[in-house]
């Protein structure tokens, strides 16, 4: 079985500053994919970034990106430059590879807030 | 694209009742999910159809949890004689072909609350 844990249930951050989202996974597969999605008030999923298993280089879209470290099996998001506009659930999933199709397994979620 | 839309976005009822949601994917997307989120906690994975063919179901999905998904198109979730232990936002998603790195399109969810 596969487990996703998201330590922080909550996070603050000022904007234009710069905050990173903490993850760790459990998984026996060697091919997996992670990713980052947030839910705003409105609830729908949004996906944020994605990262391949099999890839060394980190994902970066734009102002977000991750630290991707499969030895510890972690997989943090930093997001740069905050905006009010990120402030949302941020969720961080686990798809077991082609096996599973899209199947994925979520953390707890960790609420960004971003201060004015 | 018209997004995935979940109808009816609230619905309120009462213990024993059976309730029907139902999720309209985005059209081309072969694949449609079902996860359930309860409320502080991330989304947990019920089942999933490929095209018409219920492909796997979670030990979540019990024998009062029945979902269909007639031709392909839309899906059904139905749960019978609710329970309290029901309430939950149950979100629907799709992706094109069901592969690992796909993204998937969620729906704002049916929040059900259980009287």
């Known amino acids: 079985a596969q487990t996703v844990t998201q330590s922080q249930p909550e996070m603050s951050v000022q904007e234009a500053e710069t905050v990173t989202l903490s993850c760790t996974y459990d998984t026996s597969e060697s091919d997996y994919y992670l990713f980052w999605y947030k839910q705003p008030p409105s609830r729908q999923m949004i996906l944020v970034i994605r990262q391949e298993a099999y890839k060394q280089q980190n994902a970066t879209e734009n102002r977000f990106s991750v630290n991707f470290q499969k030895a510890a099996k972690s997989f943090s998001l930093k997001i740069s430059d905050s905006q009010l506009g990120d402030a949302a659930m941020y969720f961080c999933a686990l798809s077991q590879g082609e096996t599973s199709g899209s199947r994925l397994t979520f953390g707890e979620g960790t609420q960004l807030t971003v201060n004015p | 694209d018209t997004g995935v839309s979940q109808d009816p976005r609230h619905k309120i009822t009462k213990r024993g009742q059976n309730v029907t949601f139902r999720c309209d994917p985005i059209?081309?997307?072969?694949?449609l999910y079902w996860y359930r989120q309860t409320l502080g906690q991330g989304p947990e994975f019920l089942t999933y159809f490929q095209n018409e063919a219920q492909l796997e179901k979670s030990r979540l999905l019990s024998d009062r949890f029945s979902a269909e998904r007639p031709k392909g198109s839309f899906s059904t979730l139905e749960i019978q004689r609710t329970e309290q232990g029901d309430s939950a936002m149950y979100l629907c998603a799709s992706s094109p072909r069901g592969l690992g790195y796909e993204k998937l399109f969620f729906g704002s969810g049916t929040q059900l609350s259980v009287l």
């Open positions: 059209s081309e997307h072969n694949r």
